[in-house]
């Protein structure tokens, strides 16, 4: 059996762009971060690309989901940070992979920070968000008053 | 450590960071592609896939079917296999480039109804209060699995 390789991944943060903050500003946080095992940073345009060991990986996104938990998100990444497989530069231009799926997804990002934020919200006021079963009798009287409305 | 939940689109950055939110561990296909691309044996740059993926993809589909879906499946197949569960976007606006195979896509999605694992079916939100509602039904669902895992 060959040995088990290290558990290298790479990672990308996203800022929302709603967010006040700036890839800089988590670049500096990380740097100065005492992490398990080093983790390499590369800041871009739209937040960082992270690459190290899992562990450390999420401890530095603990590390940066402090400065605004609804506002940063992450996932991860195939290609290591800086690989010129993939590097547009290499390539001649144009999109890297991936690009037009962030791109949409982006836009999308403000919403969905709000909706985690309102859900942690009535979850600490301590009520049910969603409730799992709604008795038909209200479920009747719903259709009743929207068709009503055409 | 949470359930194994594979997530459609794959690489979709919203439904990954979610599901991890949640203490589980999304299934994404940046990791398969990771595995391939960090492979010492690089045959075929960029994405290191060989003929061999066709092959492999056979597990997933009959030969008949285009080797370009079956290397497809080769790829995105071992996610649902270690799936637990999952989350499923219905026509996303974002399933093109390198999802851009439609049959493809509608195999993954059998091949995890086959599985009868819990799945949730979505339909993409198109404006902010349908993403809000999209956001909410998938946390709720995450939650409920691990309400069955501990009864388990």
């Known amino acids: 059996m060959m040995e088990e390789k290290r558990d290298v991944e790479a990672r990308v943060v996203v800022l929302s762009p709603n967010s ?19 983790v390499t940073v590369k800041e871009n345009c739209f937040g960082l690309l992270l690459e190290g060991e ?11 989901r402090k400065a605004d938990e609804f506002r940063i998100f992450s996932k991860p990444r195939g290609f290591p940070p800086g690989d010129c497989r993939i590097c547009r530069a290499d390539r001649g231009g144009g999109p890297r992979p991936g690009f037009h799926q962030m791109e949409m997804e982006f ?12 859900m942690k919200a009535r979850e600490a006021a301590g009520r049910e968000l969603i409730k799992r079963k709604i008795p038909a009798s209200e479920v009747a009287r719903l259709v009743k008053e929207e068709l009503r409305e055409f | 450590v949470g359930k194994k939940i594979f997530i459609f689109p794959p690489n979709s950055l919203i439904l990954a960071d979610i599901v991890e939110r949640c203490g589980h561990e999304p299934l994404t296909s940046q ?15 960029p994405l290191n896939i060989t003929s061999d993926q066709p092959r492999k993809g056979l597990k997933y589909a009959a030969v008949e079917v285009p080797s370009g879906v079956r290397g ?3 790829v995105f197949g071992p996610l649902v ?7 499923i976007i219905r026509d996303p606006d974002f399933a093109f480039g390198c999802l851009g195979c439609a049959r493809t896509n509608e195999m993954l999605i059998h091949l995890v109804t086959r599985k009868g694992i819990p799945t949730i079916f979505l339909d993409y939100p198109r404006d902010e209060e349908e993403t809000k ?13 691990e309400g069955d895992h501990d009864k388990d």
């Open chain 2, 133 to 145: 509602h999209m956001v909410w039904r998938i946390v709720d669902f995450l939650n409920g699995l």
């Open chain 1, 107 to 118: 836009n999308m990002l403000p919403a969905v920070g709000e909706a985690l934020s309102e």
């Open chain 1, 54 to 64: 899992r562990g450390s990986l999420e401890e530095a996104l603990k590390l940066i």
């Open chain 2, 31 to 45: 990791r398969e592609i990771g595995r391939l691309v960090r492979d010492p044996d690089i045959d075929s740059p």
């Open chain 1, 20 to 38: 006040t903050l700036h890839p800089k500003i988590l670049f500096k946080q990380l740097v100065g971060a005492n992490l398990k095992s080093p």
């Open chain 2, 72 to 74: 497809r499946l080769a």
């Open chain 2, 81 to 87: 296999d270690q799936a637990e569960a999952a989350v």
